[in-house]
């Protein structure tokens, strides 16, 4: 199984050149290499950090006392449920 590819391209001023090529090299790998392997983890922190949710402890206390005792539903919610539940059985 073959594996598409894309080719990326970069300008770059020669003292970041400089670096990344010196770093590269301090790795054992080549420029290419370095900049995919660094490039892909940033990605994958940046995704990872998208799907994490921050409170504060205020707010990290409202949530789980809202988890323990949640407020009855109101008649917008009660519609809503009765919509989905009504399309739910159209759709079959």
């Not at 539903?73 to 399309?87: D, I, S």
Request: net charge positive; aromatic share 4%; no cysteine.
């Amino acid at each position: 199984m073959t594996v598409k590819t894309e080719r990326i391209t970069a300008r770059v001023p020669e003292n970041v050149h400089a670096l990344l090529t010196r770093a590269s090299t301090l790795l054992g790998s080549t420029l290419n290499q370095f900049l995919v392997q660094a490039a892909v983890e940033r990605a994958k922190q940046i995704v990872e950090e998208e799907n994490i949710i921050r409170l504060s402890g205020e707010s990290t206390e409202l949530f789980f006392k809202t988890l323990e005792n949640p407020p009855s539903p109101n008649a917008r919610l009660l519609a809503a449920a009765k919509a989905h539940k009504e399309h739910l059985h159209v759709a079959n």
